[in-house]
């Protein structure tokens, strides 16, 4: 398992080391010892969650207010999705930046955000799967999103898929506003966070 910073700083992707024969394959998709040893702290798991998608299912960007926020690892079992992280925390010097991976079955990797950050994902095959740990449970009342069609994140979606959007999806403000509306999580919030899971 190899891992690298993304251009998002406390965003990760991790190359897993698929093991096969004549009777399949076998994966490691999470590792805690080597997650630990990039971020400085392990992931504390809240919750497990499944997605199936249709092709051109678009999902996100979402995050969730810090403290506590919502770290994600997050793994494509069965087919492929665009993923894509986003620095939605007001202060970074990255604010604004994303960074799309490729999760495909056939390949295999996976990509972890911490907490603050903003998850989308585009699923480019019928019936794509999306499996993702989180470090706090579902909490509506905490949890936000800006719109993945925001021209000035300029996300970078194939233009040979059609998009569908849930409802909410379809009405999330843009970044602009979402940091004007206040619901952005703060920097400060999130390196206090970091060194709270440090200690």
């Known amino acids: 398992m190899e891992i690298r910073e993304l251009a998002v700083p406390d965003g990760y992707v991790l ?39 249709a092709r051109g299912v678009l999902r996100g960007v979402h995050f969730a207010l810090v403290p506590p926020g919502q770290a994600k690892y997050v793994y494509c079992p069965a087919g492929r999705v665009l993923d894509v992280v986003v620095d939605v925390r007001v202060g970074s010097p990255t604010f604004g930046v994303s960074e ?9 990797r996976a990509v972890f955000l911490a907490e603050g ?19 706090s449970g579902y909490s509506p009342g905490r949890e936000f ?23 909410k999806d379809r009405a999330a403000p843009t970044l602009a506003q979402a940091r004007e509306q206040g619901i952005l999580p703060t920097m400060e919030q999130c390196a206090a966070r970091y060194a709270e899971l440090r200690g």
């Open 145 to 167: 999103g800006v719109s993945p069609l925001d021209p000035e994140l300029d996300l970078p979606w194939p233009a040979d898929v059609e998009v569908r959007l849930s409802d």
């Open 117 to 135: 950050l903003g998850h989308a994902f585009l699923a480019l095959e019928e019936g794509s799967s999306v499996t993702y740990l989180v470090s």
């Open 15 to 53: 190359d897993l080391v698929p093991h096969g024969d004549d009777r399949g394959r076998f994966t490691e998709w999470y590792r805690a010892d080597v997650l630990a040893s990039a971020t400085g702290w392990a992931l504390p798991l809240a919750q497990a969650n499944h997605s199936v998608s």
């Open 100 to 108: 799309a991976v490729l999760l495909d079955s056939a390949q295999p």
